[in-house]
């Protein structure tokens, strides 16, 4: 068993806990239970979902790498999510990752912000993370460290008799580290929302954009023709829900309107001559009777 704490997620389902819950147990303090311990009822396994066969496009040439994108602090951020199926009916949605920030460069930017060297924000940081620690170690908490975040110990384990955990792994000996509620709310005011599709469902996928004036990836000039490949790209070009949208940094998404060769694995589009700068590529196309939509991770950069 383990301490039930505010917005914990289920580690079976990976879903929130919910009041109705069989494996939880009100009280002070609150717990939930799990497998092996007395009581404990198992979770419904939601049924497989087969994997869609996807055929493979043919390619002349290796596919780039996508780089990590350059962290932009106090930047609107975009928080990209999928729908799904919770197995305890409804839909849950699921936290798309994006690239990962190096050490370095997050280090940089909290210097930056601290008004100190990155060198002394690391031993900083490494300094809070002894101590709280140490603090925790000796059962001491704090629910509230400057109005930012809250830490406590917390154990769980499982043994048929109570004399069966003798060390700290038995127990699950761990430290329960988390934001408060006040700075989790002011984060979500500062969030735009973008629903990648749900997962499950067949989707359209852009695997590669090609400049077919100079046969650059993820590049393009105004006016020029693009390659996009993929798969389930087929689409309806006389529908304006349809088709390839690009957004630049800063202006509105623009549907390109003249096309060629629309088959299923790719298709070849102009970009609208107004465009310009990096753009943000999403692909639509009615698939069983309903709009379904892929954004393609990797900028479009403006070529020289």
């Not at 999510?81 to 990962?100: C, S």
């Not at 650059?216 to 105004?222: G, H, K």
Request: with cysteine.
């Amino acid at each position: 068993m383990k301490p039930l704490i505010l917005d914990a997620i289920n580690p079976i389902t990976g879903t929130p806990f919910t009041y109705g819950d069989p494996n939880l147990r009100w009280g002070n303090p609150s717990y939930y239970l799990e497998p092996g311990d007395p009581g404990f009822v198992p979770y419904a396994t939601p049924p497989a979902t087969p994997p869609v066969k996807r055929k493979k496009p043919f390619r002349r040439r290796a596919k780039p790498q996508t780089h990590a994108t350059t962290y932009q602090p106090n930047a609107m951020s975009t928080f990209q999510y999928n729908t799904r199926q919770n197995p305890h009916g409804g839909y849950t949605t699921t936290a798309v990752k994006g690239q990962p920030i190096s050490d370095a460069e997050l280090l940089n930017h909290i210097a930056t912000e601290a008004g100190t060297t990155p060198a002394i924000t690391e031993a900083v940081l490494r300094g809070f993370v002894h101590h709280l620690t140490t603090c925790s170690a000796g059962c001491i908490y704090s629910n509230s460290f400057l109005g930012l975040l809250r830490f406590f110990p917390t154990s769980g384990g499982s043994s048929p008799s109570p004399d069966g955990f003798q060390n700290a792994a038995d127990i699950n000996a761990d430290i329960a580290l988390t934001l408060t509620a006040d700075v989790i709310r002011d984060w979500q005011e500062t969030l735009t929302l973008e629903h990648l599709g749900e997962l499950g469902k067949v989707l359209p996928n852009i695997d590669s954009i090609l400049n077919q004036a100079n046969g650059t990836m993820n590049q393009y000039a105004p006016g020029d023709m693009v390659q996009i490949r993929g798969n389930n790209l087929k689409f309806d070009r006389a529908d304006v829900q349809q088709g390839l949208f690009l957004k630049p940094g800063a202006g509105a998404e623009v549907r390109c309107t003249s096309y060629a060769d629309i088959e299923p694995q790719s298709f070849t589009a102009i970009v609208p001559a107004a465009l310009s700068g990096a753009l943000t590529a999403r692909m639509v196309a009615k698939i069983n009777g309903s709009l379904r939509t892929f954004t393609y991770p990797a900028p479009l950069a403006q070529a020289p």
